[in-house]
């Protein structure tokens, strides 16, 4: 969990039922710039020799290059914002519907870098909520070969972090809160409400 008052804030525009979709987009692009941030903490860097205008001195660049997955549709909104901080990462879209039945995840469209082997590879969907679909997407992603990836949503619950960290320990969750539970409809609860249907403002 990212404990920031710009991350607390910016969620806040999000929760609230009046923010207009320009104000939901704004925020949602800003959020997923920090929660970037946050996750790209834990990355390996390489050492790079620079000349600055008075002398040569050390710096770094990222030892991997960076792969983009939103899971559509929500998780498209997450998307500009991170290019604008990592404009050089590659997107890979993965097309995932609920069940609305079942709440069991249904692929629908799947397109890949073929270079995800050896990528940093961040798997974005605003909202961990059953973990279904998640745990689906990150095994597609690793029978691409995937090795490092991140699951960055906006909120998360108890029962989709658990179901992520049982079927994939190895994948690593940042979420800007934790709410406590889900509704009979699979939706997070006090939650955001359909995050696809505020960002594309269909709901
Ligand atoms: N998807 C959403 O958009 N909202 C939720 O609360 C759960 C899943």
Redesign the pocket.
């Known amino acids: 969990m990212v404990d920031h008052p710009l991350v607390a804030s910016r969620l806040t525009l999000l929760r609230n039922q009046k923010s207009a979709a320009e104000t939901f987009r704004r925020a949602l692009q800003e959020l997923s710039i920090l929660l970037l941030t946050e996750g790209a903490r834990s990355w390996d860097t390489s050492p790079l020799d620079v000349e600055t205008p008075l002398r040569s001195c050390q710096g770094v660049v990222l030892s991997q290059h960076v792969v983009f997955v939103p899971i559509l549709r ?1 998780g498209l909104g997450m998307l500009d914002g991170m290019l604008h901080l990592i404009p050089e990462a590659r997107v890979g879209h993965l097309g995932l519907y ?1 069940d609305e039945l079942t709440l069991r995840p249904v692929i629908y469209y799947q397109r890949l870098p073929a270079s995800i082997a050896s990528a940093q590879v961040l798997l974005l969907d ?2 961990l ?1 059953t973990g279904n679909s998640a745990s689906q997407a990150v095994t597609i992603l690793k029978e691409k070969g995937a090795q490092n990836i991140q699951f960055i949503c906006v ?1 998360a619950c108890p029962p989709g972090i658990e179901q992520l960290q049982s079927q994939h320990p190895d994948v690593a969750i940042v979420t800007a809160a934790i709410d406590p539970e ?1 509704n009979q409809f ?4 006090p ?7 505020r960002y594309f403002g269909t709901g």
Not at 186 to 189: A, E, F, K, L, S
């Open positions: 929500a609920r605003p909202m909520a909120l889900l699979g939706y997070i609860v939650g955001l409400g359909d995050a696809g249907d």
